[in-house]
């Protein structure tokens, strides 16, 4: 039987609450966000809106749910994907029946002199 290795990941939801409160430019989100005192450059701020974070700072995160009148789980949907691992091929595994690991040795190569 393969093991199986569970890999969680996230979804980021924030553009799709921004369109559900008809925000549709990434520049009206900056002045809201200065409102609560987080100040983000127009590359910040697009970044934010346009990729997944990899880190994502919590006073922002408060601050969007603040904006949105939500929870962290509007805008951060968990998601769990089970992945099936094939299982390594080892030295041993393709042996024949009988064979340990003590029998199976090299052999000393000899080399003959030639004596014309």
């Known amino acids: ?3 199986t290795i569970r890999q969680v990941g996230y979804e980021w939801k924030l553009r799709q609450v921004m ?3 008809g925000m549709f430019q990434t520049t009206d989100l900056a ?3 200065a409102e609560r005192g987080i100040e983000l450059s127009a590359v910040q701020v697009y970044r934010l809106v346009a990729q997944r974070p990899e880190r994502l700072n919590l006073t922002v995160l408060a601050a969007l749910c603040d904006i949105f009148d939500c929870t962290p789980d509007v805008l951060i949907e968990p998601t769990v994907q089970t992945v099936t691992t094939r299982r390594r091929k080892t030295a041993t ?3 024949s029946g009988g064979e340990s690991d003590g029998e199976r040795r090299p052999v000393r190569a000899r080399i003959a002199r030639d004596e014309t």
């Open 1 to 3: 039987m393969a093991p």
């Open 31 to 33: 002045p809201l966000l």
């Open 19 to 21: 369109a559900d409160h």
């Open 93 to 95: 595994s393709g042996r």
